[in-house]
Antibody, heavy 132, light 106 residues
Framework: QVQLQESGPGLAKPSETLSLTCTVSDGSISTYYWSWIRQPPGKGLEWIGYVYNSGSTNYNPSLKSRVSISLQSRVTISLDTSKSQFSLKMSSVTAADTAVYYC??????????????????WGKGTTVTVSS | SYELTQPPSVSVSPGQTANITCSGDRLGANYVSWYQQKPGQSPLLVIFQDSKRPSGIPERFSASNSGVTATLTISGAQGMDEADYYCEAWDSNIGVFGGGTKLTVL
């Protein structure tokens, strides 16, 4: 059974960039979609985004730049197939970004012309605290 | 933005049936997944594609999607089923979670 392991600093300073990596234990990274999800203390799950081997990405529209009126996302998710890893970068972090961050494998199917997605393998999660 | 609404809490006695609902627009065009999360643990997929159970999930977990409301049903709920449950759907290639429902079995 494939395993996912998150890694990265547990502390980030406000306004800096948070960087996390998820390592996939088998060679399937080119086959699936991969997502990041986070959970603030005592709160629910929030989907951050996904990456696919084709380079395709998509992000939660709520994670937009706080610095300007630009619609540019604060989030970048990328894939390194040579290392069997995918990564999350989130810029301009604040205390509101303090959370447990999970990586997950996304499986996709199609039924009656509709695609369906589900996250069937999850990492154990890593806690990130944003504080000066 | 797309939203899924769940009741904050549901309580049942052991052996009873627990129903957890998830409502949202366009549920008829979006397949729903359900995740169980126990304290200190990662979420666990218990239902995908509206009603399918992954290998290893007990048969007492079932689910349906009427197009307006998705429902997770736990038949004969046990103490080990006490957890937070989240529905999730993908709309326009974006994942969305419901706010979560705390299931208490006592």
């Amino acid at each position: 059974q494939v395993q996912l392991q998150e890694s990265g600093p547990g502390l980030a300073k406000p306004s800096e960039t948070l960087s996390l990596t998820c390592t996939v234990s088998d060679g399937s990274i080119s086959t699936y979609y991969w997502s990041w999800i986070r959970q603030p203390p005592g709160k629910g799950l929030e989907w951050i985004g996904y990456v696919y081997n084709s380079g395709s990405t998509n992000y939660n529209p709520s994670l937009k730049s706080r610095v300007s009126i630009s619609l540019q996302s604060r989030v970048t998710i990328s894939l390194d197939t040579s290392k069997s890893q995918f990564s999350l970068k989130m810029s301009s972090v604040t205390a509101a970004d303090t959370a447990v961050y999970y990586c997950a494998r996304v499986s996709r199917g199609i039924h009656l012309s509709y695609y369906y997605y589900y996250m069937d393998v999850w990492g154990k999660g890593t806690t990130v605290t944003v504080s000066s | 933005s797309y939203e899924l609404t769940q009741p904050p809490s549901v309580s049942v006695s052991p052996g009873q049936t627990a129903n957890i609902t998830c409502s949202g627009d366009r549920l008829g065009a979006n397949y729903v997944s359900w995740y169980q999360q126990k304290p200190g643990q990662s979420p666990l997929l218990v239902i995908f594609q509206d009603s399918k159970r992954p290998s290893g999930i007990p048969e007492r977990f079932s689910a349906s999607n009427s197009g307006v409301t998705a429902t997770l049903t736990i038949s004969g709920a046990q103490g080990m089923d006490e957890a937070d449950y989240y529905c999730e759907a993908w709309d326009s290639n974006i994942g969305v979670f419901g706010g979560g429902t705390k299931l208490t079995v006592l």
